[in-house]
């Protein structure tokens, strides 16, 4: 998971980078909502933690911006303020969930992963069929025509983020920072092998590949029917 952390004061903005880090989290932070609202468009980022009262662009701001720009992933906002009313502001500018200020990091952490499930789990699509394949995210299973696929957990990674990004080209640098975060001995190399294997698995060809190499930018998932 990749996350945006967005809040100003130095003090609690290091110790929340310290504790995402040691819980395997990919992180940046930025201390002003100006930067947050550019690097969340450009960054590639599942959550976004964003502080309410953040300097240059509010909080609030920054989420209805966000949104308006069609900005998919899930925020939590951060804030000290308590009233009924703020709660809605917060929700209503476009953020998917509400935290108070103080808060243990144990909630924090399980209100990330429940974000992080909603937004790229939903409930509601448990079955993802593309091509010949079927796709069990509940149980992690792959199908082609009926037949189960043996993927390694990193190939099955891999498959899921390209067939979530269908008609997208996602960068080398994106691949790598969602499915292997902050992994320091990943080449593009390494990337590159995983993503020939995978199309061996899944059975294709040059002249018939549902991945895209797409020359001097990266990769697409291919699927005329979507």
Do not use: C
Request: charged share 30%; hydrophobic share 40%.
């Amino acid at each position: 998971m990749k996350v945006l952390l967005a809040e100003d004061d130095l003090r609690l903005g290091k110790l929340i980078m310290k504790m995402l880090k040691k819980e395997q989290f990919a992180a940046d932070w930025v201390d002003n909502g100006e930067t947050a609202y550019d690097q969340a468009l450009t960054g590639d980022y599942d959550v976004i933690i964003l502080d309410w009262m953040l300097p240059e662009k509010d909080g609030i701001e920054v989420s209805r911006l966000l949104r308006k720009e069609g900005y998919s992933g899930a925020i939590l906002m951060l804030t000290a303020r308590d009233a009924l009313e703020d709660r809605v502001q917060g929700l209503d500018s476009g953020a998917d969930d509400y935290m108070m200020k103080p808060f243990a990091f144990e909630e924090l952490f399980a209100r990330l992963r429940s974000l992080y499930r909603r937004n790229f789990f939903p409930v509601d699509q448990n079955v993802i069929r593309t091509h010949d394949l079927t796709i069990d995210l509940t149980n992690h299973l792959i199908k082609k025509n009926d037949e189960l696929l043996s993927l390694t957990s990193r190939e099955y990674q891999l498959l899921v983020y390209f067939v979530k990004n269908t008609g997208r080209i996602l960068s080398k640098e994106m691949i790598m920072s969602r499915v292997w975060e902050e992994s320091s001995d990943v080449t593009f190399n390494t990337m590159e092998a995983f993503v020939k294997l995978l199309r061996k698995k899944l059975g294709q060809s040059k002249q018939s590949s549902y991945i895209k190499t797409i020359r001097g930018l990266g990769y697409m998932w291919v699927d005329e029917h979507v």
